[in-house]
């Protein structure tokens, strides 16, 4: 890895993910998580101020270690213990069924093997747990999609 992508990219990228729309769409999305929560490219940790008292735990799961880096601060303030795990979202270290909700912001179009993260996603979530989106991408509702129904469907 070069210095560029040490030290300038994950900047770059936090401060891109940072604008007055991406946080108004955080503040509608992530509140509705709750139990234990797993993040699927966390990055900088943009979304962990929106998080509310009905969050348990928090995992998140991101191949880039040095975006984690710039959550310091964001981790203390957080309202539950988080924890920051260096995988992929096509293999993600968790156990079937251990997760209440799945949250995923504008992380899609950067994961490789679509198919296979949200296959993996499914596998970690609960019977009738939750997947939060937000994606940049044609949808029903392009700011907030929840695929419980796609993923458990009756
Ligand atoms: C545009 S950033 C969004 C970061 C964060 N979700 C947010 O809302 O600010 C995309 C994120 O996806 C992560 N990412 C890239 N490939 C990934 C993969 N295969 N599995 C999981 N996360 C990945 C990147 O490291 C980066 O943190």
Redo the contacts with the bound molecule.
């Keep these: 890895m070069n210095l560029y992508e040490r030290y300038v990219l994950p900047r770059l990228?936090d401060l891109a993910?940072r604008t007055k729309a991406?946080q108004a769409e955080?503040a509608r999305a992530i509140p509705l998580a709750a139990g234990t929560v797993l993040?699927?490219?966390?990055?900088?940790g943009?979304?962990l101020p929106f998080y509310g008292s009905a969050v348990e735990r928090h995992y998140g799961?991101?191949?880039?270690r040095e975006?984690w880096t710039l959550a310091r601060k964001r981790i203390e303030r957080a309202p539950c213990p988080v924890e920051f795990i260096q995988a992929?979202?096509?293999r993600i270290p968790m156990g079937d069924g251990s997760i209440d909700t799945v949250v995923?912001?504008?992380?899609l179009c950067?994961?490789?093997d679509v198919g296979r993260?949200l296959l993996e996603m499914k596998r970690v979530l609960k019977p009738g747990g939750q997947l939060i989106v937000i994606e940049h991408g044609l949808a029903p509702d392009p700011r907030i999609v929840t695929w419980q129904e796609r993923l458990n469907p009756a």
């Design positions: 990228i993910m991406t955080r993040e699927v490219g966390i990055g900088s943009l979304n799961v991101d191949p880039r975006l992929s979202a096509e995923m912001t504008w992380t950067s994961i490789p993260a």
